[in-house]
């Protein structure tokens, strides 16, 4: 489990519940949390007081809240299924022009380093809304996940293109060949934004940039997305009994220190 509390997919689920259900408190998200990923998918879930939904119409509504998080009015409004697609790539062609255009300012180490971190966690979200779509038996999952699956494909070849043809620090002078490098890439992803979402280029074309990230054993048709998301809450749910663990055992030897201190006190010795 990464140390990020972002990294969390509890957490990004808890954050989502509460984006739609403002009104949960903390006890009860635990519980909704926790049923969303493991329960029957005819298991009535409640919400509050007046709210319960089947187990696999939550993991739809959840799954399509992460996969749209900017959609504020509707979340089934076609528009914003890829609002933030064409915002990826507008950032990357802008880095990847601001980091070889001959110097590498703070500012332009800082925009990196901020966009690689949220491709990071939008990746990590979108494999767990995989998951939910995976289980969630809705007749449009099939088509979402093929959505969803093309998105995370992308922010791949986002991640390595920056950190192959940019650099990390900043007050750096950047040369002529660097910028020859990165000219084909920053040309393809500026070709992607005046295409529909979903329009490639050839296959020739990506294997020539050495990015493609379409033949990833978890990005295949039948890969087990579900099976996927047990498996990162289950890491998670252990590492924090570990870390439980370990504190009441920090906690039960600075108890017995004191309590050696207090006796030493008492005998003199």
């Known amino acids: 489990m990464s140390d990020n509390p972002d990294f969390r ?4 689920f808890a954050d989502t519940v509460f984006k739609r259900y403002p009104d949960v408190d903390a006890r009860r998200m635990k519980t ?13 879930i409640k919400i509050n007081e007046i709210k319960r939904l089947s187990a696999e119409d939550l993991r739809f509504m959840i799954a399509r809240e992460l996969e749209c998080p900017f959609e504020e009015v509707n979340v089934f ?13 507008k950032k990357t062609t802008n880095i990847l022009k601001h980091l070889n255009d001959g ?3 703070q500012e332009d180490a800082d ?15 979108l494999m767990a809304c995989l998951g939910l779509y995976k289980e969630s038996n809705a007749p449009s999952s099939q088509s979402r996940m093929n959505i969803v699956r093309y998105k995370v494909q992308k922010l ?24 020859d490098a ?22 020739e074309k990506r294997k020539e940039l050495g990015i493609s990230h379409e033949n990833d054993n978890d990005l295949a048709q039948d890969y087990d997305y579900y099976k996927h998301l047990l498996n990162k809450v289950l890491d998670e749910m252990a590492a924090l009994d570990e870390e439980v663990a ?24």
């Open 32 to 44: 909704i949390v926790r049923e969303l990923v493991f329960a029957p998918s005819d298991r009535m």
């Open 9 to 12: 997919i509890q957490k990004i």
């Open 182 to 203: 990165a000219k084909p890439y920053y040309q393809y992803f500026k070709n992607l934004q005046g295409l529909p979402f979903g329009y490639d280029a050839s296959v």
């Open 156 to 179: 791949r070849e986002i991640r390595s293109a920056i950190l192959f043809l940019t650099r990390e620090e900043s007050s750096v002078v950047t040369t002529k060949s660097e910028f």
């Open 246 to 269: 370990k504190g009441v055992e920090e906690r039960q030897r600075q108890k017995k220190n004191k309590s050696s201190d207090k006796m030493k006190e008492f005998t003199g010795r």
């Open 77 to 89: 409004k076609q528009e914003s299924d890829v609002k933030e697609y064409f915002e990826w790539l």
């Open 111 to 125: 925009e990196r380093k901020a966009f690689l971190s949220l491709v990071e966690l939008r990746e990590y979200a």
């Open 103 to 105: 110097y590498v300012t």
